[in-house]
């Protein structure tokens, strides 16, 4: 596919060169963190403003050309491939922090900027931005995707945390949602329609966050268990009483295996949690003290206590290289994350099962969870040109969501639809995908943005 000469000239006319149709820039473009062959667009556009966006848009409807946002690429599911060609629109130039509100404890942001990059601008005003990732995504792809991560479990994902948009539609036009009151009753929630709309309903161009303070006082912590059931039942009770933790990540032996290959550590090869706690020293040791009384009822041991900031880091290194570490000691060259969010009663048994299944495969692979929202990942390492591999992940992953589908869960957590997990959508959404097809279709008749992602759509 190649783009219309004509529109061509007009956008090397309106953007001179943050235009570019460099074969190795479009490519770089259609890479994310996914096992997915990646289809590049024809070009990439870097533009610096709202009115830069909206002008675009408008010759790309005139054209029918695809526009693909694209936030860092972190994205898991093929959600930025350029399956019918177009434009990547790459927001990373609009990377400004525009006002901190320490007051009303919000922010106003570009899209482009970085969870990492935001975070150390706020240090300053003793706030901070809690949705991780793990990914340095950028906050537009944050929204873009409804991401959560870590932290989740105590603030929230991000759409809890947004509180107003300022996005460019498919007709140019340039819309506002929400406002800076934390609560409002007026009208239609636009604001999280477009929170996790991957791109295919509005560009996002400005962003209100919510903000915390940076807590007085934080703790972390790492047990390891028997057994992955008393790690996940250790976990689910400490849900269940409502103990303010802050992370809670679970962690099984196989991934203990690949850390230790790979940061060369020498964890005990034990399914594991780690913990973070926030709050004043009393609330954390309080909160430590339950978590401890847990654990222990469900032979947790070797319980390691961390409070200064570098044997925090410590501790949790070995959870945020997991991805990676888990890529370079496995059978192939390529991570295949899926993702899986069931009603926490139903996680022991829903992780259990997956377990089992993967012992019994060739392609035994991790599970590594955010298991106090009952959301957990499979991290396969897979060779994208092996046959055999492809479809025995495939059909792991097939019964991994089936599984999550029928104890009433999602088909993913918080890594999204994109092009990987459109069947399972239209599976769990049942009926409703045709409503989701009719505001694809009224936002966006001609079907310009993102198109082949979330939904199948038609253009008119
Ligand atoms: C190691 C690793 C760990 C991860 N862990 C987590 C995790 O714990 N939790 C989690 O939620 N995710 C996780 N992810 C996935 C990923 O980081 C998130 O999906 C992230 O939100 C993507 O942000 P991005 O800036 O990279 O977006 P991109 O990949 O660039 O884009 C993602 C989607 O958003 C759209 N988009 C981007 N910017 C805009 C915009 N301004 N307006 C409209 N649409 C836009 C794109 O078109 C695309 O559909 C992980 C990824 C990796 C590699």
Request: glycine share 8%; aromatic share 6%.
């Amino acid at each position: 596919m190649s783009l219309n000469p004509k529109l061509l000239g007009l956008l090397r006319t309106q953007f001179g060169e943050r235009i570019t149709t460099v074969a190795t820039i479009c490519r770089q473009h259609a890479i994310d963190e996914s096992w997915h062959s990646p289809s590049p667009p024809d070009a990439v556009c870097y533009p610096e403003t709202t009115q830069e966006v909206s002008q675009l848009v408008k010759l790309a409807v005139q054209f029918n050309t695809p526009l693909i946002p694209y936030g860092a690429g972190t994205s898991l599911e093929g959600h930025i491939f350029a399956p019918e060609g177009g434009v990547t629109v790459d927001l990373s130039r609009m990377n400004q922090l525009l006002a901190i509100n320490s007051e009303d404890l919000d922010c106003v942001i570009q899209p482009g900027i970085r969870r990492k990059g935001l975070n150390d601008q706020l240090r300053h005003e003793g706030l901070f931005f809690p949705v991780d990732p793990g990914a340095d995504a950028s906050l537009g792809g944050m929204v873009a995707t409804r991401a959560s991560g870590t932290n989740a479990v105590r603030y929230g994902t991000m759409k809890d945390n947004v509180l107003a948009l300022t996005a460019v539609m498919a007709d140019g036009a340039i819309v506002h949602t929400g406002t800076r009151a934390r609560k409002s009753a007026a009208g239609y929630d636009l604001t999280r329609l477009l929170v996790g709309s991957e791109g295919t309903l509005g560009i996002i161009t400005e962003i209100t966050l919510k903000l915390y303070p940076i807590p007085d006082y934080q703790a972390a912590a790492r047990v390891t268990f028997p057994s992955t059931s008393a790690a996940v039942e250790s976990a689910i009770q400490v849900v269940q009483f409502g103990v303010p933790i802050a992370r809670m990540e679970l962690m099984d032996a196989q991934g203990i295996k690949a850390i230790n290959e790979y940061s060369k550590m020498n964890l005990p090869l034990l399914p594991t949690l780690f913990f973070e706690f926030h709050g004043s020293k009393s609330a954390v040791s309080e909160q430590a003290d339950q978590v401890r009384d847990i654990v222990q009822e469900h032979d947790g041991s070797d319980y390691l206590w961390a409070i200064k900031a570098e044997d925090r880091n410590q501790l949790w290194h070995a959870r945020h290289t997991a991805h990676y570490a888990v890529i370079a000691t496995g059978q192939g060259s390529r991570g295949w994350t899926t993702d899986v969010c069931v009603p926490v009663s139903k996680l022991v048994d829903c992780i259990v099962q997956t377990r089992q299944d993967l012992e019994s495969s060739f392609m035994d692979a991790p599970i590594i969870g955010h298991v106090g929202d009952g959301n957990f990942h499979v991290i396969f390492s897979v060779d994208p040109d092996n046959e055999r591999q492809i479809k025995e992940v495939k059909r792991l992953n097939e019964r991994l969501v089936e599984r999550a589908l029928q104890m009433d869960g999602t088909c993913t957590g918080e890594h999204g639809i994109g092009l990987g997990k459109k069947e399972w959508l239209q599976q769990e959404a049942g009926t409703a995908i045709k409503l989701m097809e009719i505001i694809k279709g009224a936002l966006d008749p001609k079907g310009v943005l993102n198109p082949g992602k979330i939904v199948n759509h038609n253009p008119s």
